[in-house]
């Protein structure tokens, strides 16, 4: 679960980041979508393509495996 919410994910132990689509995001209770901030300007992924992905925004939300929750951002 992310933020309350059921949904799948994929899990990368070794990532700095977690993601999630627009699409996800504005599903999210209005609570978290308020706490979102837009990211340092200079903010831009790469992907393994070595595609640029641009983040909109940025926050912290608790995910739930398994009954452990835990902050991530």
């Known amino acids: ?3 309350g919410r059921r949904t ?3 899990i990368d132990s070794g990532a700095s ?7 996800f995001f504005l ?4 609570y ?10 200079n903010l831009c ?3 393994a393509d070595r595609s640029q ?3 909109k925004y ?3 939300l608790p995910i739930t495996i398994s009954n452990s929750t835990r902050m991530h951002r």
């Open 17 to 23: 980041l977690t993601l999630i689509n627009l699409h």
């Open 8 to 10: 799948q994910l994929l």
């Open 32 to 41: 978290y979508q308020k706490k979102a901030r837009l990211p340092p300007s």
């Open 45 to 47: 992924l790469q992907l």
């Open 58 to 60: 940025a926050l912290s």
């Open 1 to 3: 679960m992310i933020a």
């Open 53 to 55: 992905l641009y983040v």
């Open 27 to 30: 599903q999210l209770p209005k």
